[in-house]
Structure formats: structure tokens, C-alpha cells
């Protein structure tokens, strides 16, 4: 059974900057496509970003280009997304998420998807 424990998040000012980690307990991490989302109260969970099995290949939703990065570290089986100039509107519970991709290395949806962590909690106050 896979699982994903994301770590690091946590209340910051607006313009601050936070990084948030996602641990899969793997060994094969470096076939999996990996991905944010976030969900905010009373709305639907978003894709954020996504990053390809080998890391050469990311995508951002337009509101988080310029200011967020997606990585990951295959030795380790961790994917990071660093968060810069973080404005009110990115307050979310962010989550990670996993699927092994053969042929389709980014995955944008959330049904594409099959492993989910169990999210961590962004706020950003004004």
C-alpha cells in the first residue's frame, strides 16, 4: 500500500513563503507522476501542479506561476512544492498525490490519480 505524508505547512503573512514535502513510502518512487492540489472551505479541490516521473516535465495552474515551484528528489521519494509570495486566496488544505504513469507523465486531474496524503493545512493572512 502506498503511502504519501505530506509535511510543512503552517500560517504565514501575506508575500511569505512556505515548502511543503510529500514522503511516499515506495521503492519505485521514480515511476510515479506526482501532483499538489489544494481545497479550500466550500470549494472543489484544484490541481496546482504536477511533475513527471523524471522530473524534466512540470505544470502550473496560470495563479501559481511565477510563484510556486514543483520538485521532487526520487532518491528520497519526495516531492516539494515551494511557495513564494503567498497571497490570502492560496489558504487551502494542500495535498499530494500519486499514480504510477507509464506513457502519460503529467497528470492534471483528480481522478487520474490513485494515491492521495492526507493533506496540510495553508494559511495565509492578510
Known amino acids: 500500500q502506498v503511502q504519501l505524508v505530506e509535511s510543512g505547512g503552517g500560517l504565514v503573512p501575506a508575500g511569505g513563503s512556505l515548502r511543503l514535502s510529500c514522503a511516499a513510502s515506495?521503492?519505485?518512487?521514480?515511476?510515479?507522476?506526482m501532483g499538489w492540489f489544494r481545497q479550500a472551505p466550500g470549494k472543489e479541490r484544484e490541481f496546482v501542479a504536477g511533475?513527471?516521473?523524471?522530473?524534466?516535465?512540470?505544470h502550473y495552474i496560470d495563479s501559481v506561476k511565477g510563484r510556486f515551484t514543483i520538485s521532487r528528489d526520487n532518491a528520497k521519494s519526495t516531492v516539494y512544492l515551494q511557495m513564494n509570495s503567498l497571497r490570502p486566496e492560496d489558504t487551502a488544505v494542500y495535498y499530494c498525490?500519486?499514480?504510477?504513469?507509464?506513457?502519460?507523465?503529467?497528470?492534471?486531474?483528480?481522478?487520474?490519480?490513485?494515491?492521495w496524503g492526507q493533506g496540510t493545512q495553508v494559511t495565509v493572512s492578510s
Open positions: 498525490a500519486g499514480k504510477v504513469s507509464v506513457g502519460v507523465v503529467l497528470l492534471t486531474t483528480r481522478a487520474q490519480y490513485d494515491y
Open positions: 515506495v521503492r519505485t518512487f521514480s515511476l510515479y507522476a
Open positions: 511533475i513527471s516521473p523524471t522530473g524534466g516535465s512540470t
